[in-house]
């Protein structure tokens, strides 16, 4: 791999968790339980969206084959998708989204904050305007574990039962690889593997509010990096891409 | 009735700064477990376009208000002393529109 390809697929890991969860939040949209959180949660997809257009337009200009923000949303398969398995995971109930949605927030902030000082001027930018979404996505998942995990019996247990579920899935988010290597060496990306111990605090200490017990590192899964994703990543892309692939030249 | 009210998270009123020296006005209510979460609700609800610069939430429970029945000893007795009015004064020209 070239620096440029590097780059490249560095920049579309970052689009890539920011377009599939948004698109997964989107899917609450008219189904959410309160009207006050149907609009919080398609608000927070559609600055996921926002982010995701701006890393993946700049991964196109990086790779100078022509591909635009729309041509690497909409026309990759699985395989070429580099977004974090926990973000593909289904929204499940609200806990489960929830759950998803505070520990990738609590990540997400860590690594804007570090990614705002890139070397790289453009993905600081993109980093730093995004911070500021994401500030405030973090504040709202917070305020939900500690809400249902300090709530009823019934609420609290349901948490419990979501974070147990996905905890799995969140060691990946500390994995660095030779693009990450790479990446970090050039002043471009972030060491998150340098995130953890203040991901760590954080976390504990809401897990701690909330009444919630940090569940044991026991299982792991992982695979974004190389294109290997669950089975919903699919799903996902089949309901997502379905339009332009059907009317490539479809305009709206 | 009871049984389902009390299954609902609490009412809040919102009030909404549109700009720095304007005053907070009231633009709906949310529901909300407390006053925190209704903060951040009234944030997605509300100022999605950029409407405010400030927000207050009050619980809608704790608000008093006047009822139509009392509208004839809160307000009639007011109608016929004009002299309240400010109008019996002349202003000069250079003051202009007040």
């Not at chain 1, 440029?4 to 189904?31: K, V």
């Not at chain 1, 940090?214 to 891409?241: C, F, N, T």
């Not at chain 2, 006005?25 to 925190?36: I, W």
Request: hydrophobic share 40%; charged share 30%; glycine share 6%.
């Amino acid at each position: 791999m070239t620096d440029n390809d590097m780059l490249f697929d560095y920049l579309l890991r970052l689009g890539d968790n920011s377009l599939i969860l948004g698109q997964r939040l989107a899917e609450w949209c008219g189904h959410a339980p309160m009207l006050e959180e149907d609009l919080a949660l398609t608000n927070i997809g559609l600055d996921l969206l926002g982010q995701a257009r701006m890393f993946l337009s700049y991964a196109g200009e990086v790779e100078g084959k022509g591909r635009d923000e729309d041509r690497l949303a909409y026309f990759r398969d699985t395989k070429d998708w580099r977004n974090l398995l926990l973000l593909e995971q289904p929204n499940g109930d609200f806990a489960a989204t929830m759950a998803r949605q505070f520990f990738f927030d609590s990540f997400q902030y860590l690594q804007f904050e570090a990614l705002a000082r890139s070397s790289d001027e453009r993905l600081a930018g993109i980093a730093a305007k995004s911070l500021k979404e994401t500030t405030y996505h973090r504040r709202h998942s917070t305020d939900w574990i500690i809400r249902l995990g300090d709530g009823t019996d019934e609420s609290h247990e349901k948490m419990q039962r979501a974070i147990d579920a996905i905890w799995g899935y969140l060691p990946e988010m500390f994995d660095m690889d030779a693009v990450d290597d790479a990446m970090v060496a050039d002043g471009i990306g972030v060491d998150v593997t340098a995130l953890r111990t203040a991901w760590d605090g954080y976390v504990n200490d809401v897990l701690a509010e909330a009444t919630l017990i940090r569940p044991e590192d026991s299982w792991s899964v992982r695979g974004s990096r190389d294109g290997k994703h669950s089975e919903h990543l699919g799903y996902i892309l089949a309901e997502m891409q379905f339009l332009p692939r059907a009317y490539p030249d479809a305009k709206w | 009735m009871s049984k389902e009210t009390t299954n609902e998270l609490p009412l809040y009123e919102v009030f909404i700064r549109s700009k720095n020296g304007l005053d907070h006005k009231h633009v709906g209510s949310l529901h909300a477990a407390d006053a925190e979460m209704a903060l951040t609700a009234a944030r997605d609800v509300y100022t999605r376009r950029s409407e405010g610069v400030s927000i207050w939430v009050v619980k809608s429970t704790d608000i008093v208000a006047s009822s139509p029945e009392d509208r004839g000893s809160f307000y009639e007795p007011s109608d016929d002393k004009l002299y309240r009015h400010p109008t019996f004064f002349d202003l000069p020209d250079e003051v202009g529109h007040m």
